[in-house]
């Protein structure tokens, strides 16, 4: 039988987790505006994280997915998946525990693939909090296939040259460094072209050329286009090992894809409980709202997708620990739960009709930011493009769709 109960020490945290949210950060969230996240004056960054952070630690809940050596928790992937829907819908709260992208994503890049000196120098404040990074990998013409990056390393006398325009780095606006994806080789192998390197963003010729508005976004640090003219790095600054970058990547957004999922779980869940409140309280035509059996579809539907999707992705779980093949899963994972809150937030909007549509309420902003759920980190249309080939293979080669189609016992007998 599969065992889904939780443990103690892991409702424990979680207990304290909410606690921290609903003590310290809730009440500050009335406060920001987007333009906090995004650049704006400093206020956040400056005023209200570190003193914001410090409870953390005192909670006891500050770097639940930093290594223990670094400063962290050290918590396992399991429970950093519930962190993340507790914190969904509650942005500060990723930011105040040091958990939110792109850090997160880069102090795991740093973690498995980083050296010694790269620990010491860029992961140690990381982990601290006492400095940002961004990551910069999508290019004008180079989006969804980060093959087809131009970008390039030349090789100097002491290390590397860079020359590049980025798009969409996430964090750029007072970062300290910029993980930087460039061709190091680009007559080789499709595979083995890009290398990723570690770009202090103070070295010359590194620039934010504009932050970009995107609908609904909220990062510290902004959405920024990024060019680099000329940056000379030592060769320290290779991360990993050279012609490595697409596998690097794949790695980082693995595990990223799967935080998104649960951080869109804990949203949905949030807009489905705000739905279900709002068709409660509010009558129209001498009858209330939840008596409506239109209303009681979006719900229940609601529902159900949300149960599927909380299922897919500990199944993905288990199969990371396992040791067994996930990437299709992930992919069906990012496609499915991106739309699952789609289209949760729409119902819930539906339901509180144009007071869902105001800053009253947070529905109208993740709403934005829902959409936006179905393009980062691939669009679903190459997430289904990935799981067919793979299907098609599957069937080819073996004669069933099983494995892929998450039969539980083929990956035993």
């Not at 601290?128 to 390393?153: N, Q, V």
């Not at 690097?248 to 949905?268: D, N, P, V, Y």
């Not at 869902?356 to 179905?374: I, K, M, N, Q, S």
Request: charged content about 25%.
């Amino acid at each position: 039988m599969i065992d889904f109960s939780v443990p103690t020490e892991v409702t424990t945290f979680i207990r304290q987790l909410r606690d921290f949210i609903h003590d310290d950060v809730v009440p500050l969230e009335g406060t920001l505006v987007d333009e906090d996240f995004r650049g704006g004056d400093g206020r956040l960054e400056t005023e209200v994280l570190p003193p914001l952070r410090e409870k953390a630690r005192q909670a006891g809940v500050y770097g639940p997915q930093i290594p223990e050596e670094f400063g962290g928790l050290g918590l396992p992937l399991t429970t950093l998946a519930f962190v993340s829907e507790v914190c969904g819908p509650h942005p500060l709260a990723s930011l105040a525990i040091n958990m939110m992208a792109p850090d997160e994503a880069t102090m795991h890049l740093l973690e498995m693939f980083g050296s010694d000196e790269q620990h010491e120098r860029w992961l140690r404040p990381l982990a601290e909090g006492r400095i940002r990074s961004c990551f910069a990998m999508t290019e004008p013409d180079a989006g969804s296939d980060p093959s087809r990056i131009s970008s390039l390393a030349r090789r100097t006398g002491a290390g590397w040259r860079i020359d590049g325009h980025k798009v969409f780095t996430s964090g750029a606006v007072g970062a300290a460094l910029c993980v930087v994806m460039a061709a190091s080789d680009p007559d080789a192998p499709r595979r083995d072209r890009v290398s990723m390197f570690i770009v202090p963003t103070d070295a010359e010729g590194f620039e934010v050329v504009r932050e970009l508005k995107p609908m609904g976004y909220r990062e510290l640090g902004g959405l920024c286009e990024v060019r680099l003219s000329g940056v000379e790095v030592g060769s320290e600054a290779l991360l990993g090992d050279l012609g490595a970058g697409l596998s690097m990547a794949q790695a980082r957004l693995a595990r990223g894809r799967l935080g998104h999922a649960m951080r869109w779980i804990g949203i949905a869940q949030a807009a489905l409980d705000l739905a279900a409140e709002r068709a409660l309280q509010r009558e129209t035509f001498g009858q209330q709202l939840s008596k409506r059996q239109a209303i009681q579809w979006w719900l229940a539907d609601g529902a159900t997708q949300l149960s599927a999707s909380r299922l897919m992705v500990l199944n993905a779980l288990w199969r990371i620990e396992q040791g067994v093949p996930h990437k299709a899963q992930i992919s069906m994972i990012k496609t499915y739960v991106a739309e699952t809150l789609d289209k949760i937030v729409d119902d819930a909007l539906q339901v509180f009709g144009g007071w869902g549509y105001v800053t009253d309420f947070p529905l109208e902003r993740w709403y934005r930011d829902a959409r936006a759920a179905r393009i980062y980190d691939g669009p679903s249309e190459v997430h289904r493009w990935a799981v067919a080939r793979e299907l098609l293979n599957e069937v080819e080669t073996t004669g069933t769709a099983r494995r892929i189609s998450g039969d539980v016992l083929g990956q035993l007998i």
